[in-house]
């Protein structure tokens, strides 16, 4: 790990004045590790745990539920509105990591947490993602574990995240403050992300200096029929080969409205919505399931490695959607 200065404002106004070069850190489960690697190597670290006085709280309302940013995932994975209102973010915040490092991580940071492909952590290889213009290992390399939705010729990282996905279904927004210019910004989290292209080192519309402070869920018929599924090589403390949110709107057997997003399989958290508009008004049955899952991966495009990945994402996809029709609200 190379040197750095260290910062520990007591506002948000001075954490706002970072200096250029300074990343914010606050549970940082995932920036140390990087920093560890010598992928990362910051000028500065602006630690805001100072800020968890305002931005550590979970404020429900008829409206919506607004989540600090600096929420820790343990925090929200346990409180009792979640718990009994929003399954699926529960769902993916219990079956994220392990509980000593959702303790530490915070939701606004975890929603910006890096790819964790082998080439992009390992400086010895060219990766266009942390090196832009090197290249790309993957492509032609050990890729069982990458995306095949989102990709371009220049990156197939796959985003690793879960919570991501349970709050691009449920339409979630963010407020941020841009340091540069002083200012609120909202942002859809559907926003947020950046599909690689041909510029893979940017992987939000963030700005530099910019701090998300909340992530705001609407209230809505589909919160509470909703739930994540997530397939991965072990039980515990493992990535996604193959996840999916659903948030469902039924009449009887019949979707008034759909909400999907995948895990594992792109290179941003994914919203399906080619499989959305294929069940929308018409009998959740596994025919349409298997329906919707085939529209949700008509794009893919897989490489050696993870062609399994289609047919285990629509699998995948099949069973979430079938699994959310019988729960009762």
């Known amino acids: 790990m190379e040197r750095f200065d260290y910062h520990r404002p007591a506002d948000i106004r001075e954490a706002l004045s970072a200096a250029s070069g300074a990343s914010y850190i606050a549970g940082g489960t995932n920036l140390v590790d990087y920093m560890t690697l010598g992928v990362l190597r910051p000028a500065a670290l602006v630690d805001i745990n100072p800020l968890r ?16 940013a600096l929420v820790r995932m343990s925090e929200a994975e346990d409180h009792p509105f979640v718990q009994r209102n929003l399954p699926v973010l529960h769902q993916t915040l219990f079956l994220a990591a392990s509980r000593q490092i959702r303790n530490m991580a915070s939701l606004g940071g975890n929603l910006l947490q890096r790819t964790r492909c ?42 690793a995240g879960d919570f991501a996905q349970a709050l691009i279904a449920l339409d979630a927004s963010l407020e941020t403050l841009d340091g540069a210019v002083g200012r609120i910004r909202r942002i859809p989290l559907a926003e947020l992300h950046r599909q690689p292209g041909n510029s893979p080192d940017l992987e939000t519309t963030l700005h530099p200096r910019e701090l998300i402070t909340f992530i705001d869920v609407p209230v809505a018929p589909w919160m509470r029929r909703s739930l994540y599924l997530k397939a991965r ?57 298997a329906e919707a899952a085939r529209a949700a991966f008509s794009a893919a495009q897989p490489r050696k490695g993870n062609q399994f990945k289609v047919e285990t994402g629509r699998q995948v996809l099949v069973r979430a959607l079938l699994q959310a029709k019988q729960i009762e609200v």
Do not use: M
């Open 53 to 68: 006085a305002s931005y550590g709280r979970i404020e429900p309302s008829p409206q919506k539920v607004r989540f600090g």
């Open 233 to 289: 090589d072990r039980q515990s403390y493992q990535f996604a080969i193959a996840s999916a949110a659903i948030a469902l709107d039924l009449d009887g057997d019949r979707v008034r409205e759909a909400r999907i997003a995948l895990g594992g399989v792109a290179t941003v958290p994914w919203r399906a919505r080619e499989a959305e508009a294929s069940l929308e008004g018409r009998p959740l049955t596994e025919s349409t399931a």
């Open 118 to 159: 082998e080439y992009y952590r390992d400086p010895s290889w060219p990766c266009n993602k942390r090196a832009p213009g090197s290249g790309c290992a993957a492509l032609d390399g050990i890729n069982r574990q990458h995306a095949l939705l989102g990709t371009s010729s220049s990156c197939i990282a796959a985003y």
